[in-house]
């Protein structure tokens, strides 16, 4: 007689607990982290208030928890990008791209890590501050890899990696609050050529724009 596959004690659990987060995100995108309450995140959800407590204490926890898993998921897709990709420049341009039409796919996400996060106060900020600091360091790795390998002259890493990443934020930023927004991934050529320059990256690089049918197109959008 066949064995059956045991179910882990922590699995209906772990399901709950996913299935309040995805409540609170939808919950958080059609209100605002504000203007949510957690009898939404319960309806959204399909469980109780009490259920949502069980889990986590407060509505406050629950968008914690949700910017963690979200940039885990972003920080994650950049790596699987880049993973087949030797050299070290090309790396920060695919991050770059990827991190552009993640957000061009998704933008209740890129609203809940830029917009929401900043509008709940100070309460967020090292969450906030964390995301910011993974994305830089995979940057000052790639530039630091670039250095070593003579591609581009040596530098203070640590301080283009925030630079690369602040100039980013303020695209997605200033595009998540235009009332009609151009395509996301139209600000990649320009955006690519001005952070190639601050690192002094050879023109003749800079000038070869990767055409959508070659390994430079956009990657397909995170789900």
Same mark, same amino acid.
């Given at each position: 007689?066949?064995?059956? $596959?045991?179910?882990?004690?922590?699995?209906?659990?772990?399901? #709950?607990?996913?299935?309040?987060?995805?409540?609170?995100? @939808?919950?958080?995108? &059609? #209100?605002?982290?504000?203007?949510?309450?957690?009898?939404?995140? /319960?309806?959204?959800?399909?469980?109780?208030?009490?259920?949502?407590?069980?889990?986590?204490?407060? $509505?406050?926890?629950?968008?914690?928890?949700?910017? #963690?898993?979200?940039?885990? $998921?972003?920080?994650?897709?950049?790596? $699987?990008?880049?993973?087949?990709?030797?050299?070290?420049?090309? &790396?920060?341009?695919? /991050?770059? &791209?990827? *991190?552009?039409?993640?957000?061009?796919?998704? &933008?209740?996400?890129?609203?809940?890590?830029?917009?929401?996060?900043?509008?709940?106060?100070?309460?967020?900020?090292?969450?906030? @501050?964390?995301?910011?600091?993974?994305?830089?360091?995979?940057?000052?790795?790639?530039?630091?890899?670039?250095?070593?390998?003579?591609?581009?002259?040596?530098?203070?890493?640590?301080?283009?990696?925030? /630079?690369?990443?602040?100039?980013? @934020?303020? *695209?997605?930023?200033?595009?998540?609050?235009?009332? @009609?927004?151009?395509?996301?991934?139209?600000?990649?050529?320009?955006?690519?050529? *001005?952070?190639?320059?601050?690192?002094?990256?050879?023109?003749?690089?800079?000038?070869?724009?990767?055409?959508?049918?070659?390994?430079?197109?956009?990657?397909?959008?995170?789900?």
């Amino acid at each position: 007689m066949p064995s059956r $596959k045991r179910t882990s004690p922590a699995e209906p659990e772990r399901t #709950r607990r996913e299935a309040i987060l995805d409540g609170a995100f @939808n919950a958080f995108s &059609r #209100r605002g982290y504000r203007d949510t309450v957690v009898d939404d995140i /319960a309806a959204s959800a399909r469980t109780s208030k009490g259920g949502i407590y069980f889990h986590f204490p407060t $509505k406050e926890a629950i968008f914690r928890e949700l910017m #963690r898993t979200t940039a885990d $998921k972003l920080i994650s897709k950049v790596e $699987k990008a880049v993973a087949a990709e030797s050299d070290p420049i090309a &790396r920060a341009e695919i /991050a770059i &791209r990827t *991190v552009l039409a993640t957000f061009a796919g998704h &933008r209740t996400t890129a609203r809940l890590l830029f917009l929401d996060a900043i509008g709940a106060g100070r309460a967020f900020q090292a969450e906030t @501050n964390a995301l910011h600091a993974r994305f830089a360091a995979l940057i000052e790795g790639y530039l630091d890899e670039a250095v070593g390998a003579g591609i581009i002259p040596p530098l203070d890493t640590r301080v283009a990696s925030i /630079a690369w990443f602040g100039a980013l @934020n303020e *695209v997605v930023a200033r595009w998540l609050l235009a009332e @009609n927004p151009a395509r996301l991934e139209g600000a990649y050529p320009t955006l690519r050529a *001005v952070l190639l320059r601050s690192v002094a990256v050879p023109e003749t690089r800079i000038a070869a724009v990767p055409t959508e049918s070659g390994p430079g197109q956009f990657p397909e959008a995170v789900q």
